[in-house]
């Protein structure tokens, strides 16, 4: 039985559905392995999560927090630019602008990105 490439494509949709619905389970999973100081089973739930999944990011990050705990690096870089007020920012990897944003509006900041998907309002002069 030959099969067409439009039933190919449905079954590769579905299982694509099947393991997004997984990784996002693995994620929540860990999550709460994390919350309840359990870091190496947070670690083994996210290396469940597929890098092809939507998905990873989150594992990723569930990751991070736990092999290096403490605040999120974002509360650093707040107080940097506080305290500091640097004249001039450069910022490689911008993505949606979060931490590009923690720059004051007397700081000039460049941000580096080849698919920037900004969805903050950026106070510094900002290029990108």
């Known amino acids: 039985m030959k099969i067409d490439d439009s039933a190919k494509k449905a079954c590769r949709v579905v299982l ?6 997984r990784a996002q389970q693995q994620v929540l999973r860990g999550r709460r392995f994390l919350d ?13 999560v597929p890098y092809a999944c939507r998905d990873s990011w989150g594992a990723y990050e ?4 736990a092999l290096m705990p403490g605040g999120h690096y974002w509360a650093l870089l707040r107080l940097l630019h506080e305290q500091l007020r640097p004249r001039t920012y450069l910022e490689i990897g911008v993505h949606r602008g979060d931490s590009l944003a923690l720059a004051g509006s007397e700081t000039s900041a460049v941000g580096i990105d080849p698919a920037p998907a900004i969805n903050v309002r950026i106070r510094s002069r900002a290029r990108l």
């Open 62 to 65: 569930l990751m991070a927090r």
């Open 36 to 48: 309840d100081g359990q870091p190496e089973q947070a670690l083994a739930c996210c290396k469940k």
């Open 16 to 21: 694509d559905g099947i393991a997004q619905r």
